[in-house]
């Protein structure tokens, strides 16, 4: 018999912050709305992002940076999703975001933007209308 | 089928994708596992048992790490549970496997159990098969955790580490403990911990009455996160893959395993089509409702909708039917 199908999310670490208090929680929110949340730990490079997100097949990739780097690190996560072939997947971002970034990391790609102070509310219902499965 | 082709030639997507398929219940998922079955059985999978915090994650690291050494092609399978509330999972085995991940070659897969007994997913063999079809020659599976019911492990692996730590528990636990019947090899992890080699001789002492067996259950001492045990642990699970491998008993045991494996899956299923079958027929409500009533006994409810669910069985009810 056919299971639901569920969420799968992968929630990152990249680079260097050694914050992941906001991350957790996010974590163990889209946890308690039913989605399957695969958590990176600390100082992730990209290529180990990317190469988690292709093992685990992930639908979405939840970055979490408050390291002011986003835009740089955001930029090399599409380009390395772009050669891995896993461009399907949706990239959202969330930490600590000045809304003046929000218009270019909007055309960087990233679908989402969630900076600290969202409600966890508004991110599951943002991921669970737009996600699909596949 | 395209997908198991690319498996078979080491695409890691393809795997990845192939995995979520048989999860999801796919029918296509296990059209795939029928195709890549016969290609399957090179891989020795290894599956780590315990309670949480006994150190599991860790000494599948460690093993990967050391496998990974001596050029082995290995696969990690590290399952968690579902919220007992929700389908949600926090998948976050990957976090203590930061060196396992450097191994070249590794794939490394999180699961939630989605509330299958046993502390695996039923897609977790589906998964080893997957992995074993992708070239790798160890497969590691790491369980829930859950403790004392962790059977189904014991079905889809070659063999089973039983990690337990000095705070295990006292006797009494032992003696009632499905946990250390199942172990291939038992662990006595945390051995800085006071009290750590009564404990190893305590499990030693319990496990002498199966002397008579053909496997002898080695009880093993480590430090798994200073790495200290972990050479030892390889050589034993080596010993443990040649004995299911050549002795005859071994081999029995083996079948044994495959039958209880197919028993469990069916249950699940059988279990799945049965429920499907039943929920919302008017029939069926009508008897819970007379349960919840108190007008009959939950067996007789129970007998009642078995009944409805599979004509033909249940001959006595008849005499209720009335």
Same mark, same amino acid.
């Given at each position: 018999?056919?299971?639901?199908?569920?969420?799968?999310?992968?929630?990152?670490?990249? @680079? #260097?912050?050694?914050?992941?208090?906001?991350?957790?929680?996010?974590? %163990?929110? !889209?946890?308690?709305?039913?989605? /399957?949340?695969?958590?990176?730990?600390?100082?992730?490079?990209?290529?180990?992002?990317?190469?988690?997100?292709?093992?685990?097949?992930?639908?979405?990739? @939840? #970055?979490?940076?408050?390291?002011?780097?986003h835009i740089?690190?955001t %930029?090399? !996560?599409?380009?390395?999703?772009? /050669?891995?072939?896993?461009?399907?997947?949706?990239?959202f971002v969330g930490g600590?975001i000045p809304s003046r970034d929000i218009p270019k990391l909007k055309e960087i @790609?990233v679908v989402g933007v969630f900076p600290?102070?969202t409600?966890?509310?508004?991110?599951?219902?943002?991921?669970?209308?737009?996600?699909?499965?596949? | 089928?395209?997908?198991?082709?690319?498996?078979?030639?080491?695409?890691?997507?393809?795997?990845?994708?192939?995995?979520?398929?048989?999860?999801?219940?796919?029918?296509?998922?296990?059209?795939?596992?029928?195709?890549?079955?016969?290609?399957?059985?090179?891989?020795?999978?290894?599956?780590?048992?315990?309670?949480?915090?006994?150190?599991?994650?860790?000494?599948?690291?460690?093993?990967?790490?050391?496998?990974?050494?001596?050029?082995?092609?290995?696969?990690?399978?590290?399952?968690?549970?579902?919220?007992?509330?929700?389908?949600?999972?926090?998948?976050?085995?990957?976090?203590?496997?930061?060196?396992?991940?450097?191994?070249?070659?590794?794939?490394?897969?999180?699961?939630?159990?989605?509330?299958?007994?046993?502390?695996?997913?039923?897609?977790?063999?589906?998964?080893?098969?997957?992995?074993?079809?992708?070239?790798?020659?160890?497969?590691?599976?790491?369980?829930?955790?859950?403790?004392?019911?962790?059977?189904?492990?014991?079905?889809?692996?070659?063999?089973?580490?039983?990690?337990?730590?000095?705070?295990?528990?006292?006797?009494?636990?032992?003696?009632?403990?499905?946990?250390?019947?199942?172990?291939?090899?038992?662990?006595?992890?945390?051995?800085?911990?006071?009290?750590?080699?009564?404990?190893?001789?305590?499990?030693?002492?319990?496990?002498?009455?199966?002397?008579?067996?053909?496997?002898?259950?080695?009880?093993?001492?480590?430090?798994?996160?200073?790495?200290?045990?972990?050479?030892?642990?390889?050589?034993?699970?080596?010993?443990?893959?040649?004995?299911?491998?050549?002795?005859?008993?071994?081999?029995?045991?083996?079948?044994?395993?495959?039958?209880?494996?197919?028993?469990?899956?069916?249950?699940?299923?059988?279990?799945?089509?049965?429920?499907?079958?039943?929920?919302?027929?008017?029939?069926?409500?009508?008897?819970?409702?007379?349960?919840?009533?108190?007008?009959?006994?939950?067996?007789?409810?129970?007998?009642?909708?078995?009944?409805?669910?599979?004509?033909?069985?249940?001959?006595?009810?008849?005499?209720?039917?009335?």
């Amino acid at each position: 018999m056919q299971d639901k199908m569920r969420l799968k999310v992968l929630i990152a670490k990249p @680079g #260097l912050d050694g914050h992941d208090r906001g991350a957790k929680v996010v974590a %163990q929110a !889209l946890k308690e709305a039913g989605m /399957e949340v695969v958590y990176s730990g600390l100082h992730r490079t990209i290529d180990q992002i990317v190469n988690i997100a292709v093992q685990e097949d992930v639908d979405v990739i @939840g #970055l979490s940076i408050m390291t002011g780097a986003h835009i740089p690190i955001t %930029q090399r !996560l599409f380009q390395k999703i772009k /050669e891995k072939g896993i461009d399907n997947k949706m990239v959202f971002v969330g930490g600590v975001i000045p809304s003046r970034d929000i218009p270019k990391l909007k055309e960087i @790609g990233v679908v989402g933007v969630f900076p600290g102070g969202t409600p966890l509310a508004e991110t599951i219902h943002f991921l669970q209308s737009t996600v699909k499965k596949g | 089928m395209e997908l198991v082709k690319k498996v078979l030639h080491g695409d890691e997507g393809s795997a990845a994708r192939l995995i979520s398929m048989i999860e999801e219940g796919l029918d296509e998922g296990y059209e795939a596992v029928s195709l890549l079955f016969p290609h399957t059985g090179k891989a020795h999978v290894i599956g780590v048992t315990g309670a949480p915090g006994a150190g599991k994650s860790t000494i599948v690291d460690k093993l990967a790490v050391s496998y990974g050494r001596q050029g082995e092609k290995v696969g990690i399978i590290a399952v968690d549970p579902t919220s007992a509330k929700g389908s949600g999972a926090f998948l976050g085995d990957r976090v203590r496997m930061r060196d396992a991940e450097k191994v070249k070659g590794i794939f490394i897969r999180s699961m939630a159990h989605r509330g299958f007994p046993g502390g695996v997913a039923k897609a977790t063999l589906g998964a080893a098969y997957v992995l074993d079809g992708l070239g790798k020659e160890i497969i590691l599976i790491e369980s829930v955790g859950a403790g004392q019911t962790e059977i189904q492990i014991s079905m889809i692996c070659d063999s089973v580490i039983t990690v337990l730590t000095p705070d295990y528990g006292d006797e009494l636990q032992l003696l009632k403990a499905g946990l250390i019947e199942i172990g291939d090899i038992v662990v006595m992890n945390k051995m800085d911990k006071p009290g750590a080699a009564e404990a190893a001789e305590d499990i030693e002492f319990y496990l002498m009455n199966r002397k008579n067996q053909p496997w002898q259950t080695p009880v093993l001492t480590m430090e798994a996160r200073k790495g200290k045990g972990v050479e030892r642990l390889v050589e034993a699970l080596g010993e443990h893959h040649k004995y299911t491998e050549g002795d005859v008993q071994g081999k029995s045991a083996k079948k044994e395993k495959t039958k209880q494996l197919v028993m469990a899956l069916f249950k699940e299923e059988a279990w799945s089509a049965i429920m499907k079958s039943i929920l919302g027929k008017t029939d069926f409500e009508v008897i819970m409702q007379k349960a919840q009533d108190g007008t009959i006994d939950p067996y007789r409810a129970v007998r009642m909708a078995l009944r409805i669910a599979l004509p033909g069985s249940g001959k006595m009810e008849e005499n209720y039917a009335r």
